[in-house]
């Protein structure tokens, strides 16, 4: 029941409590319950709204970042993702498998600011070996949510 | 010369839908919020619209055999197979028709000649109708009631049959009520036919939307199976309505005759989109579940809240639509539906547009996104409230 409550909110955090009672065959009470455990237990974190910058005037660059790094004995990655994750710059941070070993997300408001982020924050942090940085020129499609596509209904008004 | 005094008299006496004057207010006004759609609000998923592409690169362009690409009659018995346990031989037990429309026309026009007594279950899909009165046949509605959850019953099947009684229609899951019928509810109706001759055209384009019960076909019962002509497509349960693709599976002396009258009127059905079906019967169940999935949840939100309008409404558990009665209000369905429009502007479709005994009641479909269907609700609730 958690996991399907949890899939609704994924898809539509909007979604009102009643009608996911609805929905799963729940009492109100109970969807609350959950909703309420699932917070403590730091499995539900945040709502947040996805937004189309570029339709926007505000200006920012936003760049992904590949760190090769050292693992430290006994922490791992840990604690360079900690060191890293705490910067408010930095929007996401993954361990990764394959050619890079952490994946930074960082957000500025010029491609200057960020390059300069990169060379004094991340590319100088002990056991951080080296850095990539990869500016994204376009969104395509983020959170399953494709950007271009028109909420257009193009149906007929009726059919039988 | 009058021009339409030489219309075939069969087409100009064809009643026009009770409802035009009501599509017609409807069309203009492109601004209500509408549940009038018969048609998935999802689009194709893309890996059959994918199929469809490659399918032009690669420059199928040509017809088909008349039958349909034997590649993909043969991948519909393998669904049809394990899906709903039905077996049929893919070299001649079934056609690709051009939607589920064409099964059912080629259908009637190969089994009715003049006179032959049709039942039809009502309210029901519209072009059972004036498909038997083209064929030359008598159509004989069978009142199916919300009481009886709008199923077919045994004794309203009785009572209706005559020796001329040539097809029964049997329209499940049901559009526009949402009725289905379950094994043993079949086992009834079989009861009656299995000492008849009469043939039954098994409409089943929305068996892949049923609720909480898998849906079961007439033709899995031994003594029907050779008399039983399953109309089927993928516009519902894949979301292809725009593809225009069906079939039509039954014993070879009657699929036969429908392949004639297909390769005369239609050649076959187009080729981009039976390539894409081949992806979709191969690789599709996924996507059907996810959205009969989606559709349970709005259908749980729709039910739930007519109830609680006041509009009473029976638990539909196939196709998307909710049929919930209006006779509380006092109103007609058709002056429902136009007040509503008009005060409201929300689209609904009268319930006499799927025969007399519609009247009394509204079709409301829930192929639209939740929010979409919350925001029609509260309207609905404004208008039934400002008119108690």
């Known amino acids: 029941m958690r996991n399907q409550i949890l899939s609704l909110l994924e898809q539509n955090a909007e979604l009102k409590h009643d009608q996911i009672a609805v929905m799963l065959d729940m009492s109100v009470s109970e969807v609350e319950k959950e909703i309420q455990a699932m917070t403590e237990e730091g499995i539900l974190l945040k709502s947040k709204a996805l937004i189309n910058w570029e339709k926007t005037d505000r200006e920012f660059v936003t760049a992904q970042i590949e760190l090769k790094v050292t693992p430290q004995r006994g922490e791992g990655f840990d604690k360079v993702a900690e060191r890293i994750y705490q910067y408010p710059e930095v929007k996401s941070v993954y361990l990764v498998s394959g050619g890079f070993d952490i994946a930074v997300t960082i957000e500025g408001k010029t491609m200057k600011e960020v390059a300069l982020f990169v060379a004094e924050k991340l590319a100088t942090m002990e056991y951080v070996n080296s850095t990539k940085t990869h500016f994204i020129l376009k969104k395509y499609k983020q959170d399953g949510v494709i950007f271009s596509q028109q909420g257009k209904d193009e149906r007929v008004v009726i059919s039988l | ?388």
């Open chain 2, 1 to 388: 010369m009058i021009i339409k005094d030489k219309i075939n008299k069969v087409i100009t006496d064809m009643k026009p839908s009770g409802i035009r004057k009501f599509f017609d207010l409807v069309a203009q006004m492109p601004e209500a919020i509408s549940l009038g759609v018969g048609e998935p609000d999802f689009v194709t998923p893309w890996h059959i619209r994918d199929a469809g592409i490659y399918s032009l690169e690669k420059g199928h362009t040509y017809y088909t055999s008349n039958s349909g690409l034997a590649s993909l009659r043969e991948e519909i018995c393998n669904y049809l197979d394990r899906r709903f346990n039905l077996k049929y031989n893919y070299k001649n037990e079934v056609l690709v028709t051009v939607g589920g429309s064409e099964a059912i026309d080629l259908t009637i026009r190969a089994l009715i000649s003049n006179g032959d007594e049709v039942l039809i279950p009502q309210p029901s899909f519209v072009c059972y109708v004036p498909c038997v009165q083209m064929a030359g046949g008598v159509p004989v509605p069978i009142v199916t009631k919300e009481e009886d959850n709008f199923k077919l019953t045994p004794e309203a099947l009785k009572k209706a049959i005559t020796p001329k009684t040539k097809l029964l229609v049997l329209p499940y899951p049901n559009n526009p009520t949402g009725a289905i019928m379950t094994y043993d509810e079949l086992k009834a109706i079989v009861d009656v036919l299995k000492d008849t001759d009469i043939f039954v055209m098994s409409d089943e384009i929305y068996a892949e939307l049923t609720y909480g019960t898998k849906h079961r076909s007439i033709a899995e019962f031994p003594e029907m199976r050779d008399r039983t002509i399953l109309v089927s497509g993928f516009s519902k349960a894949y979301a292809m309505t725009g593809w225009r693709l069906g079939y039509v599976c039954a014993h070879p002396d009657i699929i036969a005759p429908l392949t004639k009258i297909h390769q005369y009127a239609i050649m076959s059905s187009p080729t981009v989109s039976q390539y894409a079906a081949l992806e979709a019967v191969k690789k599709g169940d996924n996507d059907i579940d996810a959205m009969v999935s989606e559709y349970n949840y709005r259908r749980k939100v729709i039910f739930e809240a007519f109830n609680q309008i006041g509009l009473e409404c029976f638990e539909p558990l196939g196709a998307f639509y909710v049929f919930p009665s209006i006779k509380s209000t006092g109103m007609k369905s058709n002056d429902f539906c136009e007040n509503l429009l008009k005060e409201q502007k929300v689209a609904v479709v009268p319930g006499d547009a799927f025969g007399e005994s519609g009247e009394g009641y509204i079709r409301c479909s829930y192929a639209y996104s939740i929010e979409a269907i919350n925001r029609a609700l509260d309207r609905i609730d404004k208008f039934v409230s400002s008119h108690k």
